[in-house]
């Protein structure tokens, strides 16, 4: 069972050097705003990649975020099983549809 984290893992880096979590959310605003992806699709394909790698916490950060903007649950789910064949396989996949099966309820 992973850890949970109280706050975002760029809080806990801000709270050792105050410049390197600013530096660190500067990077991830410049990486989202490099191309013509929207931020939908960017953090669509963050969660993706957070579920493949099993990184809990930040999956469910990201994918709170997606909910808070409205996106449809349907679209997280498919983001999380659109890799499984490819780049996963399927016990990540299903370990995130249960990560967000507790966000909804």
């Not at 410049?19 to 490099?34: I, K, P, Q, Y």
């Not at 999380?80 to 309820?105: D, H, Y």
Request: hydrophobic share 50%; proline share 5%.
């Amino acid at each position: 069972m992973a850890e949970s984290l109280s706050k975002a893992p760029s809080e806990y880096l801000g709270s050792v050097s105050a410049e390197a979590g600013e530096a660190f959310r500067a990077l991830r605003n410049a990486l989202l705003d490099s191309g013509p992806l929207d931020r939908v699709t960017c953090e669509l394909i963050m969660i993706s990649n957070l579920a493949s790698a099993g990184y809990e916490d930040s999956f469910k950060i990201h994918a709170k975020r997606l909910l808070d903007a409205d996106v449809p649950m349907a679209a997280l789910k498919q983001a999380v099983v659109v890799p499984l064949g490819g780049s996963t396989v399927i016990f990540p996949v299903a370990r995130a549809l249960l990560w967000l099966e507790e966000l909804e309820r």
